[in-house]
């Protein structure tokens, strides 16, 4: 079973930056294709970006050239590394599998944006 612990969030201004990290226990990590999802306040939760075991990613429409996702399987770890951060992306980011079925969620990291 994989069981996934994500860190890296914290408070930031407008147009700042923060690299998330997401550890795998397990090394069945590196025959996953990989997504971070992001829950806000009243809303669903909702996919960032994929990226597959070789390396291709896949990006929403709302993140697309401000966020990269980059995994290291050797690592079992996958990031995100988020710039010109925005005020609607605040919201607790989740690593996870990029399609269901998904394993169990961890706790997540909290991203807020604010001045």
């Known amino acids: 079973q994989l069981q996934l612990v994500e860190s890296g969030g914290g408070l930031v201004q407008p147009g700042g930056s923060l690299r998330l990290s997401c550890a795998a226990a397990g090394s069945i990590f590196r025959v996953f294709d990989m997504g971070w999802y992001r829950q806000a306040p009243g809303k669903q939760r909702e996919m960032v970006t994929t990226v597959a075991r070789g390396g291709s990613t896949v990006y929403a429409d709302s993140v697309k050239g401000r966020f990269t996702i980059s995994r290291d399987n050797a690592k079992n770890t996958m990031y995100l590394q988020m710039n010109l951060l925005k005020p609607e992306d605040t919201a607790v980011y989740y690593c996870?599998?990029?399609?269901?079925?998904?394993?169990?969620w961890g706790q997540g990291t909290q991203v807020t944006v604010s001045s």
């Open positions: 996870n599998k990029a399609r269901a079925p998904f394993v169990s």
